[in-house]
Protein backbone atom coordinates (compact mmCIF):
# COMPACT_ATOMS: atom_id res chain seq x y z
CA UNK A 1 0.00 0.00 0.00
CA UNK A 2 1.04 3.07 -0.98
CA UNK A 3 0.78 6.05 1.38
CA UNK A 4 3.07 8.63 0.40
CA UNK A 5 2.66 10.36 -3.18
CA UNK A 6 5.21 13.47 -3.32
CA UNK A 7 7.58 15.12 -1.27
CA UNK A 8 5.18 19.00 -0.41
CA UNK A 9 7.42 20.78 1.26
CA UNK A 10 10.62 20.79 3.64
CA UNK A 11 9.91 23.63 6.38
CA UNK A 12 12.38 25.43 8.18
CA UNK A 13 11.52 27.45 11.43
CA UNK A 14 12.61 31.16 11.45
CA UNK A 15 12.61 34.18 13.55
CA UNK A 16 11.88 36.74 11.19
CA UNK A 17 10.15 35.96 7.34
CA UNK A 18 11.96 38.83 5.75
CA UNK A 19 15.05 38.23 7.05
CA UNK A 20 15.24 34.24 6.05
CA UNK A 21 13.89 35.56 2.83
CA UNK A 22 16.75 37.60 1.99
CA UNK A 23 18.78 33.91 1.81
CA UNK A 24 16.61 31.69 0.26
CA UNK A 25 14.65 34.25 -2.37
CA UNK A 26 17.18 36.95 -2.72
CA UNK A 27 20.29 35.03 -2.12
CA UNK A 28 19.40 31.75 -3.94
CA UNK A 29 17.11 32.80 -6.42
CA UNK A 30 14.01 30.61 -5.25
CA UNK A 31 11.01 32.37 -6.66
CA UNK A 32 8.36 33.19 -3.42
CA UNK A 33 4.58 31.43 -4.71
CA UNK A 34 2.88 32.53 -1.43
CA UNK A 35 2.93 34.06 2.06
CA UNK A 36 0.20 33.83 4.61
CA UNK A 37 -0.64 34.19 8.23
CA UNK A 38 -2.96 31.54 9.71
CA UNK A 39 -4.82 31.23 12.98
CA UNK A 40 -4.29 27.61 14.02
CA UNK A 41 -1.37 27.28 15.12
CA UNK A 42 -1.13 31.22 14.91
CA UNK A 43 2.03 31.14 12.03
CA UNK A 44 3.17 32.92 9.06
CA UNK A 45 3.72 30.44 6.25
CA UNK A 46 6.43 31.42 3.35
CA UNK A 47 6.56 29.30 0.27
CA UNK A 48 9.43 28.85 -2.49
CA UNK A 49 9.40 27.25 -5.76
CA UNK A 50 11.94 24.58 -5.82
CA UNK A 51 10.62 23.28 -9.00
CA UNK A 52 8.89 19.94 -7.83
CA UNK A 53 8.34 20.79 -4.04
CA UNK A 54 8.53 24.04 -1.95
CA UNK A 55 10.77 25.24 1.18
CA UNK A 56 8.05 26.42 3.46
CA UNK A 57 9.12 29.39 5.68
CA UNK A 58 7.29 29.03 8.93
CA UNK A 59 7.57 32.00 11.46
CA UNK A 60 5.65 31.60 14.92
CA UNK A 61 2.99 34.62 15.80
CA UNK A 62 2.55 33.75 19.50
CA UNK A 63 5.72 33.32 21.42
CA UNK A 64 3.96 30.51 23.63
CA UNK A 65 2.87 27.91 21.30
CA UNK A 66 5.51 24.77 20.97
CA UNK A 67 7.08 26.17 17.49
CA UNK A 68 8.16 29.15 19.26
CA UNK A 69 9.65 27.38 22.14
CA UNK A 70 11.40 24.77 19.82
CA UNK A 71 13.01 28.29 18.09
CA UNK A 72 13.81 29.47 21.04
CA UNK A 73 15.94 25.94 22.33
CA UNK A 74 16.84 25.04 19.04
CA UNK A 75 17.07 28.01 17.03
CA UNK A 76 16.04 27.97 13.48
CA UNK A 77 16.59 25.62 11.07
CA UNK A 78 14.66 22.36 9.56
CA UNK A 79 11.83 21.83 11.18
CA UNK A 80 9.95 19.21 9.53
CA UNK A 81 9.17 17.48 5.99
CA UNK A 82 5.72 17.18 4.44
CA UNK A 83 4.61 14.54 1.90
CA UNK A 84 1.36 14.87 0.13
CA UNK A 85 -0.93 11.89 0.19
CA UNK A 86 -4.51 10.73 -0.18
CA UNK A 87 -6.13 10.55 3.24
CA UNK A 88 -4.25 13.44 5.43
CA UNK A 89 -5.69 11.54 9.00
CA UNK A 90 -5.57 7.92 7.49
CA UNK A 91 -1.90 8.41 6.55
CA UNK A 92 -0.80 10.12 9.68
CA UNK A 93 -2.37 7.26 11.88
CA UNK A 94 -0.15 4.85 9.95
CA UNK A 95 3.00 6.30 9.82
CA UNK A 96 2.53 6.77 14.21
CA UNK A 97 4.74 4.75 15.68
CA UNK A 98 3.17 5.45 19.31
CA UNK A 99 -0.54 4.88 17.70
CA UNK A 100 -1.72 8.38 19.05
CA UNK A 101 -4.25 10.13 16.67
CA UNK A 102 -2.69 12.76 14.50
CA UNK A 103 -2.13 16.67 15.08
CA UNK A 104 -4.63 17.72 12.32
CA UNK A 105 -4.19 21.61 11.56
CA UNK A 106 -5.16 24.03 8.78
CA UNK A 107 -2.51 24.73 6.69
CA UNK A 108 -1.18 27.03 3.98
CA UNK A 109 -2.52 26.96 0.38
CA UNK A 110 -5.78 25.86 1.75
CA UNK A 111 -5.12 22.23 2.49
CA UNK A 112 -5.76 20.00 5.20
CA UNK A 113 -2.66 19.01 7.29
CA UNK A 114 -1.57 16.32 10.09
CA UNK A 115 1.39 16.05 12.14
CA UNK A 116 2.55 12.37 12.53
CA UNK A 117 2.07 12.47 16.23
CA UNK A 118 4.82 10.64 18.69
CA UNK A 119 9.12 10.66 18.66
CA UNK A 120 10.50 12.46 16.23
CA UNK A 121 12.32 9.69 13.83
CA UNK A 122 15.57 10.87 13.45
CA UNK A 123 15.41 13.96 14.47
CA UNK A 124 12.99 15.17 11.94
CA UNK A 125 8.80 15.63 12.56
CA UNK A 126 6.40 14.33 9.72
CA UNK A 127 3.72 16.21 8.27
CA UNK A 128 1.44 15.06 5.47
CA UNK A 129 -1.04 17.20 3.79
CA UNK A 130 -3.41 16.72 0.81
CA UNK A 131 -2.08 15.14 -2.35
CA UNK A 132 -3.58 17.24 -5.59
CA UNK A 133 -2.74 15.57 -8.82
CA UNK A 134 -3.60 18.61 -11.32
CA UNK A 135 -1.62 20.85 -9.20
CA UNK A 136 0.88 18.76 -7.27
CA UNK A 137 2.01 16.78 -10.48
CA UNK A 138 0.21 18.23 -13.46
CA UNK A 139 0.67 21.89 -13.23
CA UNK A 140 4.68 21.34 -11.58
CA UNK A 141 7.65 22.13 -13.84
CA UNK A 142 9.55 20.01 -12.53
CA UNK A 143 12.65 22.76 -12.14
CA UNK A 144 13.69 25.58 -11.62
CA UNK A 145 13.21 27.76 -14.51
CA UNK A 146 15.88 30.08 -15.69
Keep these: MTILRRLDH ?3 VVRDTEAALGYFRDRLGLRLVSSEEIDRPPVRLSYLDCGNAYIQLVEPRDPTIPLA ?3 EEHGE ?7 GVDDVSAAAAVLAASGAPPVTLGSGRGRVSAFVPGEMEHGVVIECTEF ?3 EDVDAVRGWIPE
Excluded: P, Q, S
Aim: contains cysteine; hydrophobic residues 50%.
Design 132 to 134: RRA
Design 10 to 12: VAF
Design 69 to 71: RHL
Design 77 to 83: GLHHVCF
